[in-house]
């Protein structure tokens, strides 16, 4: 039994496999460490390097020379590229240690080499190579002690499609939705739009564009009350209603959601069952002639000069799970009908639902969503009944999505490989009105024209 203190270890092992001769040793403890310290030994060889050369040109007024150099660095340009540089170097060396510490290191001392460190909200985005004899997957692996070493939230790492050796691997720092205020819409001041461009919808977290292209796809929205969904709906709505080619129909079973819409809308059904079911029966007899007229032209799906029909459906689980058995099945069917054969006629539904859940949202329905969109969820199955069965388990929870941040969610479009995080834009009630107010003006040019 051992007695005295613990072990103490600062340092990891190094499972060499090269001949232990002295030039080994030296590579593995003095030159590899010092590499890694090589901007700071340029800097300050620059420094004394200028030193030296303003004593030999101007005696001792040129050993000020550094301190001139120096003085740049009250530019605040020069030393934020400064502070970049050296911050690049400190993050390789604690790269270099977690990697160490996480047992990343190869027989013969290599570590996944970090090629470029890019700046983003969130932390860091790296590109590493990984050394010979090793794969992403270990990496992959390693990510939480990697995280826990490097004193983060969080590491996701994710193998480069075309090479094997490559990954993009994401430090996670911050939450970059933590206290920021809503993102205004870039469409907003747009005087038309076409849907079948793609939809800016929202920021990820590394700051790029999200964009949703709703012909050929449907979307589901869901979350808890209040996560944001009629903020992202909206988005969509917006984009249709300044397209006044397209047809605007809506289900409302709060007669809420839509009411500021209501100029750009050919018809809206409330929390009426009879009504709602007629509106999709009218909309699917629609949805039929276009096929018919698709079948004569001989195409399979409709053009992008063709016209389309959204179909908004807010609050879906007053209808799908609604008392009345015979009218909620008669619904369904409806429904089930519509999003299935309406994506090639140019028919798209976009669908929100407070309480996402197997009875509210059937497999057989949320499986012919092109785009499910998770805003924060209380439970990762309420979460998995959105994005898909297993999302949660391989990390991609809405529960996930802090207490409060509202328009915060998943975003998962049909073949992605996984559901992106991203914060939906935000569009006022006064700049809804405002929209609402174009798109109406636009939809009368058109029937006048
Ligand atoms: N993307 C966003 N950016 C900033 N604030 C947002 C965003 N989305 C939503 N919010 C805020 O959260 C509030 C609730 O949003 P919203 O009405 O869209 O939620 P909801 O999920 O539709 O709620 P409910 O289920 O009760 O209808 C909004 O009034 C707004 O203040």
């Not at 007024?61 to 050296?86: C, D, H, K, Y």
């Not at 388990?393 to 559901?419: D, I, K, M, Y």
Request: proline share 7%; with cysteine.
């Amino acid at each position: 039994m051992g007695v005295g203190l613990p072990p103490v270890r600062e340092l990891p092992d190094i499972p060499v496999r090269a001949p232990r001769t002295a030039g080994a040793w030296l590579a593995i403890l003095v030159i590899r460490p010092a590499w890694l310290w090589r901007r700071e030994y340029l800097l300050g060889l620059v420094l004394v390097g200028a030193g030296a050369a303003g004593w030999w040109r101007l005696g001792l007024v040129g050993l000020g020379l550094p301190l001139v150099l120096l003085s740049s660095l009250a530019v605040p340009g020069t030393r934020a590229l400064l502070g970049g540089w050296l911050a690049g170097g400190r993050l390789k060396r604690r790269w270099d240690r977690g990697c160490r510490f996480a047992g990343l290191t190869t027989s013969n001392d290599r570590i996944p080499r970090v090629l470029k460190i890019q700046r983003v909200p969130v932390g860091e985005r790296l590109r590493v190579r990984m050394p010979r004899g090793s794969t992403v997957s270990e990496l992959e692996a390693a990510t939480e002690q990697l995280a826990a070493d490097l004193r983060i939230r969080g590491v996701e790492v994710r193998r480069e499609p075309s090479r094997a050796d490559l990954a993009s691997v994401l430090l996670r720092r911050r939450d970059p939705w933590e206290s920021a205020g809503p993102v205004p819409w870039p469409w907003l001041e747009r005087p038309q739009s076409r849907l079948w461009e793609p939809v800016p919808v929202g920021l990820d977290e590394v700051g790029d564009l999200v964009t949703l292209t709703l012909p050929g796809r449907n979307l589901l929205l869901g979350g808890e009350p209040e996560a944001g969904k009629s903020a992202a709906m909206t988005q969509l709505i917006a984009a249709a209603a300044l397209d006044p080619w397209v047809t605007l129909v809506g289900l409302d079973a709060k007669r809420l959601e839509l009411s500021l819409w209501q100029p750009c809308f050919d018809q809206v059904a409330f929390a009426k069952m009879d009504d709602a079911i007629a509106l999709l029966e009218s909309v699917i007899s629609d949805m039929d002639s276009v096929y018919e007229r698709m079948a004569a032209e001989r195409l399979r799906k409709v053009p992008s000069y063709a016209r389309l029909t959204v179909v908004v459906v807010d609050e879906l689980r007053f209808y799908t799970a609604h008392p009345d058995r015979v009218a909620r099945e008669h619904f369904n069917g409806l429904l089930i009908d519509l999003v299935a054969r309406g994506r090639a006629a140019g028919f798209p539904v976009v669908a929100a639902t407070q309480k996402p859940s197997a009875d509210v949202v059937p497999t057989s329905l949320r499986d012919l969503f092109g785009y499910r969109w998770a805003l924060r969820s209380n439970t990762r199955d309420a979460s998995d009944t959105i994005l898909g069965a297993g999302w949660a388990s391989l990390g991609h929870s809405a529960a996930t999505v802090p207490v409060g941040t509202r328009g915060v969610g998943l975003l998962l479009g049909e073949g992605q490989a996984e559901p992106v995080r991203c914060r939906s834009f935000y569009l006022s009630d006064g700049e809804v009105e405002g929209v609402a107010a174009r798109g109406a003006e636009l939809r009368r040019g058109v029937r006048r024209g």
